[in-house]
């Protein structure tokens, strides 16, 4: 059999049980002894196995930088605002002004409220509201009784940009509460 196929198996036998039945302090300590039993069986193997350790810190590296660059770009000054062509939601009342917000590893402009309407009558408005210049994507769900409606418009040129329009409305409320927001560009993470 092949003993780089061996040594890898080896390996991840030895590294998957141990998160599942230990605490962290003593994770650390059981995956170091394990890498180093895998370091060593590979060795009299003759197997040159990967150094995790520094390939665990370069990813560490790479994630800090690009927490850094959403940090960034989130305190980054200017207008806050959604894209000009975002269609208006009819009888919409702003909670607030619109606000940058970290999202799933993006930085979103986001603006909430509230309107009278229901959420299948604000995703036709929208929907009626694209032309031809947008793609646009619906999901109608509803979750114990709470109906929500989410549009995705997108441009079909440059610079590629995205809205979307979630309205949600519980069976004993008579608002509906929208939330539009619109994804900012990634900003660039800079090489050493």
């Known amino acids: 059999m092949n003993p780089i196929f061996l040594a890898f198996v080896f390996l991840f036998g030895a590294l998957v049980p141990i998160p599942f039945s230990l605490h962290a ?6 995956v170091d002894d394990a890498v180093q039993q895998a370091a060593d069986a590979a060795k009299k193997m003759g197997v040159k196995i990967p150094d995790v ?7 560490d590296k790479e994630e800090a930088k690009e927490k850094a660059a959403l940090q960034k ?9 959604l894209p000009d062509w975002t269609p208006e939601v009819p009888q919409f009342k702003p909670a607030g002004p619109a606000i940058k917000k970290v999202v799933d590893d993006e930085v979103d402009i986001i603006m ?3 309107s009278p309407l229901t959420p299948a009558e604000l995703g036709d408005s929208w929907e009626a509201a694209k032309g031809d ?5 619906r999901t109608n769900g509803s979750y114990n009784d709470t109906k929500v409606v989410t549009i995705y418009l997108s441009t079909r040129e440059e610079p590629l940009q995205k809205v ?11 608002i509906t509460h929208v939330t539009i927001s619109s994804p900012l560009p990634k900003p660039e993470v800079e090489e050493d």
């Open 25 to 30: 302090q003593e994770t650390d300590k059981e």
């Open 53 to 59: 350790k520094k390939q665990m810190e370069e990813v």
């Open 73 to 81: 770009q989130l305190e980054a000054p200017g207008r806050v605002a």
């Open 112 to 114: 909430a409220g509230t």
């Open 133 to 137: 210049k947008l793609n646009s994507s």
């Open 164 to 174: 979307i329009l979630e309205a949600t409305r519980a069976p004993e409320e008579k």
